[in-house]
């Protein structure tokens, strides 16, 4: 209401905001803008929401010539950083991709608890360095330690703990947080593009995976999904035998949930993030105990 209002040239936040947003009535009748900067960071922004907001299919690039219609521009940073690190500036716009380094910001890709630089399209840890990055946590040398690290070459990076690549036009993807990674009979599993891939099914109007302790298994994806309305009606057993039936024939077995849990309302955070924590704790789930998971698979948010 107040941006359809004020019209401001930038905003920043977060896919929640996105989202909100998109559904908003404003929206809906032409009277929110393209802004000249709607900054979005904080997480990852789902790929259809991106797609329909700035009315681009995947794969699309400014290249160098700034595309009006462009709503929204991605961007990653990290407080440590004193904020922004990238930023998808006019004309450096890639579909999926966070932008390209601001002035002053130098990134890269390294291998895991090493200083080995990576090139183009290899996966890693994104690191920055540069005169923005901070000087120590007050008083807390351990874990400045833990984030700030003096490379062979003498030079200080802030290692960021999310996992990323860079390409050959110098854009910049964000993969997942390192946290969320986790070994699924051995084969590393990201939760992130299990959600990227379940909020193509009409079905779902929002999702969140996360890795489960499993005996047999170490960890296994599970998919906490809220249902658009027409589907609410149905029941659980012809909801994830649809879900299932649908994963199976379009990505790799590892990576199909293990167990499915219905959400009425998907619990969010200050940051405008999925809160995976208040979902673990809604579900209770021990597979140690029970390998079915628990029986009641509705969850309601209070």
């Known amino acids: 209401e107040v941006i359809a209002k004020i019209k401001p040239n930038s905003f920043s936040g977060g896919p ?42 995947e794969g699309y690039y400014e290249n160098g010539v700034k595309n009006p219609d462009i709503f929204i521009r991605q961007g990653l940073g990290a407080t440590e950083n004193g904020g922004s690190g990238t930023y998808a500036v006019e004309g450096s716009y890639k579909f ?27 996966t890693g840890e994104i690191c920055i360095s540069g005169p923005t990055i901070m000087k120590e946590y007050l008083n807390n040398p351990s874990e400045t330690d833990k984030v700030l690290k003096k490379h062979s070459d003498g030079t200080y990076w802030i290692h960021l703990a999310d996992i990323g690549m860079y390409d050959e036009d110098g854009q910049i993807y964000h993969i997942d947080r390192a946290k969320n990674l986790f070994m699924r009979t051995g084969f590393n599993i990201h939760p992130n593009k299990i959600r990227e891939y379940l909020n193509t099914i009409p079905m779902i109007k929002e ?4 890795g489960i302790e499993h005996p047999d298994e170490q960890m296994v994806p599970v998919a906490f999904i809220e249902l ?16 299932y039936n ?12 293990y167990d499915w849990y219905i959400v009425d309302q998907m619990p969010m955070n200050l940051s405008g993030k999925i809160d995976t924590i208040s979902l673990k704790k809604m579900a209770n789930i021990s597979y140690f105990d029970n390998k079915n998971g628990q029986e009641n698979k509705y969850l309601v948010l209070k």
């Open 207 to 210: 999702n969140a995976v996360i």
């Open 246 to 257: 649908i994963c199976y024939q379009n990505i790799d077995e590892l990576y199909i949930p």
């Open 228 to 243: 658009n309305d027409e589907y609410k009606k149905l029941p659980y057993d012809e909801i994830v035998n649809q879900l």
């Open 96 to 122: 999926g991709g966070v932008g390209v380094p601001l002035p002053l910001v130098t990134l890269g890709i390294f291998k895991f608890d090493t200083d080995e630089e990576l090139g183009p399209n290899e």
């Open 16 to 57: 929640v905001h996105a989202i909100n947003i998109e559904r908003s009535e404003e929206y809906k009748n032409g009277q929110i803008p393209v802004l000249d900067n709607f900054m979005c960071g904080g997480a990852s922004l789902d790929k259809n929401l991106e797609k329909r907001m700035n009315k681009v299919d």
